[in-house]
């Protein structure tokens, strides 16, 4: 009997540290060493050209262009927002190769650097910026007392890749529901958390542009890294819902398949909405076992952790955004 004990508490242990270390399993499980290879270019239409032989840029006005890395394996999009006074670089991609001439050939004002989210893919890694902002939450400011942030490990995930894990020296900080004037424009910051906790937005409240990251983009969401959580998720598609117009255009910052940047509207919003609340009320059943996927809509699905382990309580009090 005693020995039954034993075996039960042993069995108990082990799960919880399989539990507790489960995201860096998978990580680890999907690390490479080498550099991915490139994809062969794509054909990408009339409204895409390429800048050289690794990115493209769309504009998609005057004075807002997608840059895209079609060749990388994870296709990333990131936004180049100019107003009349300064420009915005939303993300950097993985840094495989430099965005900044990129966005230099396509304005001459000062550009500050903003991620949507602390990923190795979106940080850019390597290349530096000489004006960075980042979202203003109570656990960043306080890891950050001379304004230079060091990532964790789990924020950042490079370690896939094989990147070290950068220090940002931040020089602006942005609050949730902030504006962000750049001179004839003004964007306006969503925390939209769920992908990770410290996810943001941007809203260009004049064209209706919002730009998402990873918290939305038409393929597969994932809602089971580290940083992930799924409360967070429903509380950022609600703060997106509330705080953007329904004739916004969305762009992710992620892709599927050519041609162009990755487009959606407030209606997948909406639906995205509607299945996270379903999938907490226990309606909306997923398939597989880690990540479970939930199909979201004809172009959306979430990748998430078994319902077990999904924590719904989110982690910031939603602000007036
Ligand atoms: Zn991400």
């Given amino acids: 009997m005693k020995r039954l004990l034993w075996i039960v508490l042993a069995v108990a242990i082990l799960g919880a540290v399989a539990v507790n270390q489960r995201h860096f ?9 080498d550099p991915p290879a490139l994809a062969e270019p794509t054909d990408e239409g009339a409204r895409v050209r390429w800048h050289d032989d690794y990115f493209t840029v769309q504009a998609l006005d005057e004075n807002t262009f ?3 890395e079609p060749r990388y394996y994870q296709q990333n999009y990131s936004y180049l927002i100019a107003g ?23 304005t001459s004002l000062p550009i500050t650097f903003v991620p949507s989210h602390f990923h190795y893919d979106h940080i850019g890694n390597e290349i530096t910026f000489d004006r960075v902002a980042v979202v203003d939450l109570p656990y ?8 230079r942030l060091q990532l964790t490990l789990e924020e950042h995930l490079g370690v896939a890749e094989g990147f070290a894990i950068p220090t940002l020296e ?41 730009f998402t990251g990873d918290f939305i983009y038409p393929g597969p969401l994932f809602a089971f890294l580290p940083n992930s959580g799924m409360g967070d998720y429903l509380q950022g598609a609600d703060t997106l819902l509330r705080g953007s117009p329904t004739r916004a255009r969305l762009f992710g910052a992620h892709r599927v398949s050519a041609p162009g940047a990755p487009e959606l509207d407030t209606t997948d919003v909406a639906q995205l909405q509607s299945a996270l609340r379903q999938i907490k009320s226990g309606e909306l059943e997923g398939e597989g076992f880690y990540p479970v996927s ?20 989110p982690r910031h009090p939603a602000s007036a955004q």
């Fill in 170 to 210: 931040i020089d602006e900080w942005l609050a949730p529901g902030s504006l962000v004037p750049l001179g004839d424009r003004t964007l306006r910051v969503l925390h939209t958390p769920g992908h990770t906790e410290d996810s943001i937005s941007l809203l260009d409240i004049e064209s209706g542009f919002l």
């Fill in 294 to 313: 939930y199909r979201v809509s004809s172009r959306l699905e979430l990748l998430a952790e078994p319902r077990w382990l999904q924590n719904w309580t």
């Fill in 25 to 33: 399993i998978l990580v680890h499980a999907m690390s490479f060493s």
């Fill in 84 to 106: 009349s006074e300064r420009a915005v670089l939303f993300d950097a991609g993985p840094g495989h190769r430099d965005i900044r001439p990129v966005a230099q050939a396509l």
């Fill in 140 to 147: 960043l400011r306080a890891r950050a007392p001379a304004n």
């Fill in 66 to 68: 997608a840059i895209g």
